[in-house]
């Protein structure tokens, strides 16, 4: 349990640089966090989950904008990030 408080306070050292790459995936939280169903999620899971490097590189890698206009691309984007979430043991 320390062991991965340790580790969460330091990735939020670590991400809390202002890198361009961590520049685009807070504002892809951003826009995630104003939809009810990636709201239910970090309920669900907590917090934590925006600190794991897994879960970022997966945020990096998806145009999220086009994601949340397109229905179908939204819903097969919310079942990899649940297989995700399932896979990290988040």
């Not at 990735?11 to 640089?17: D, K, T, V």
Request: a positive charge.
């Amino acid at each position: 349990m320390s062991a991965d408080l340790i580790s969460s306070t330091l990735q939020a050292i670590i991400f809390g640089l202002p890198s361009k790459k961590n520049r685009i995936i807070n504002k892809k939280i951003k826009l995630l966090n104003q939809i009810p169903w990636y709201i239910e999620i970090v309920d669900r899971y907590g917090n934590l989950i925006i600190y794991n490097q897994t879960f970022r590189n997966f945020l990096y890698q998806k145009d999220i904008e086009y994601i949340l206009k397109d229905k179908n691309e939204n819903q097969a984007f919310q079942e990899e990030l649940q297989q995700l979430l399932i896979k990290e043991k988040i």
